[in-house]
């Protein structure tokens, strides 16, 4: 949605707030404590205060951005109108944990202490 304005200038407040001015001479204060404590990897270093407070106004898109690759982003529309910030994208997937026998010759067993400290071997190398 075009609102026929751009982002004039943005202002740190305190906690995750951010202080929004408009070309239009809007001001909306915008908390975006929910963005970052998402349970998203790209906003996992915003959580640090000194981090998030590195945020920038990028003219091209008019939104307000973290990150050398746009961790974070917020439309000019979102803030603008004040809406509820959508996380849309991958959810996160639970990866299955199946059993599976490993066959290790005897030998090896009896050299590495018996079965118990081989499954103690096996359990602490395993890749999760």
Request: no cysteine.
């Amino acid at each position: 949605m075009k609102t026929g304005n751009t982002i004039k200038s943005a202002k740190y407040l305190s906690g995750f707030k951010i202080k929004i001015t408009f070309s239009d001479g809007r001001v909306n204060v915008f908390d975006y404590e929910s963005m970052v404590t998402r349970d998203h990897e790209e906003s996992v270093p915003y959580r640090n205060i000194e981090k998030f407070k590195k945020f920038r106004i990028d003219n091209s898109s008019q939104s307000i951005v973290w990150g050398k690759d746009w961790d974070m982003l917020l439309t000019l529309d979102t803030i603008y109108n004040k809406n509820k910030v959508s996380f849309s994208g991958r959810k996160k997937v639970v990866d299955k944990i199946i059993p599976v026998s490993i066959y290790v010759r005897q030998s090896v067993v009896d050299s590495l202490g018996g079965k118990k400290r081989v499954r103690e071997i096996a359990q602490k190398n395993i890749i999760v």
